[in-house]
């Protein structure tokens, strides 16, 4: 009687383990990489391109907002050049940025680079090649924003007005 009793507890157990011993598994979201951010990154080179996206306020001009990370512990690293081989994307590098060694720049707190162009539109994406003067070219595909949300504050990239005319 006693080894009946334990059989039939033994198959209730069974049962209600099932779906959870079932639900165990391998490949799934909570074993992946996961990036909340909206915006993109690459750590190919000696500078990390971390959150970049393009904030754009109008249709045709927008920002792009990115950190820089310079891991080269002993040298500075300069943020030359933004360039885009990209029909409708004309990327400018408005003031070139200097990343001290081990340190980063929060690009959205300078306005460094303008990009323009007809495909500058919320919602797209524009293919960016950062290039440092440590011969570093780093491509990006980087997704272009709406200047709303947590992008409201963004300012638009503009030249800074020069003392001789």
């Known amino acids: 009687m006693l080894t009946s009793t334990r059989r039939r507890l033994g198959a209730v157990t069974l049962v209600l383990l099932l779906p959870i011993l079932g639900a165990c598994g391998f490949g799934y979201q909570t074993d992946q990489v996961y990036q909340p951010g909206v915006g993109s990154n690459n750590r190919a080179g000696s500078v990390d391109i971390l959150g970049a996206v393009v904030v754009s306020g109008t249709d045709g001009s927008g920002t792009l907002v990115a950190s820089l990370a310079n891991k080269n512990t002993e040298k500075p690293a300069t943020l030359e050049n933004v360039t885009s081989e990209q029909e409708g994307i004309e990327p400018t590098v408005v003031t070139p940025v200097e990343i001290e060694a081990d340190s980063l720049v929060n690009l959205a707190e300078m306005g460094a ?3 323009n162009g007809e495909s500058v539109v919320p919602g797209g994406f524009a293919r960016l090649v950062f290039e ?7 491509e ?13 504050d963004v ?9 001789t005319p």
């Open 113 to 115: 680079v303008a990009v």
């Open 155 to 163: 300012a638009p990239a503009t030249p800074s007005p020069s003392a």
């Open 132 to 138: 440092f003067d440590t011969g570093q070219r780093t």
């Open 140 to 152: 990006v595909n980087v997704p272009i924003v709406p200047r709303e949300d947590e992008f409201s």
